[in-house]
Nanobody, 124 residues
């Protein structure tokens, strides 16, 4: 069973930046497509960004395109989410997820591994 642990969340002012990290315990991490989702209070968990197992392909939600960047370091079993130009509406708990199957990366149902989440709060 893979374990995913997120870090890097916090409080930041609008316009600022944060970098989230997700460390995976499983040695087969490099075989997983990885993604970030977020969930604001009272709302569903929404897709943010995903990256293929080898890191060559990425996908972003329209709301974060041009501001967020997903990357991975398979040697460190870690995936990152660089968040720039943050807005108050980016406030949410951010979750790391991994899948060993499936290609519809924006569908949370294909992910079989999830982290516990890290809080990101953007003040206006």
């Amino acid at each position: 069973q893979a374990q995913l642990v997120e870090s890097g969340g916090g409080l930041v002012q609008a316009g600022g930046s944060l970098r989230l990290s997700c460390a995976a315990s499983r040695r087969t991490f490099s075989n997983f497509a990885m993604a970030w989702f977020r969930q604001a209070p009272g709302k569903e968990r929404d897709f943010v960004a995903a990256i293929s197992s080898g890191g060559l392909n990425t996908k972003y939600a329209d709301s974060v395109k041009g501001r967020f960047s997903i990357s991975r370091d398979n040697a460190k079993n870690t995936v990152y989410l660089q968040m720039n130009s943050l807005k108050p509406e980016d406030t949410a708990v951010y979750y790391c997820a991994g899948t060993s199957y499936g290609s519809n990366w924006s569908d949370r149902r294909i992910y079989n591994y999830w982290g516990q989440g890290t809080q990101v709060t953007v003040s206006s």
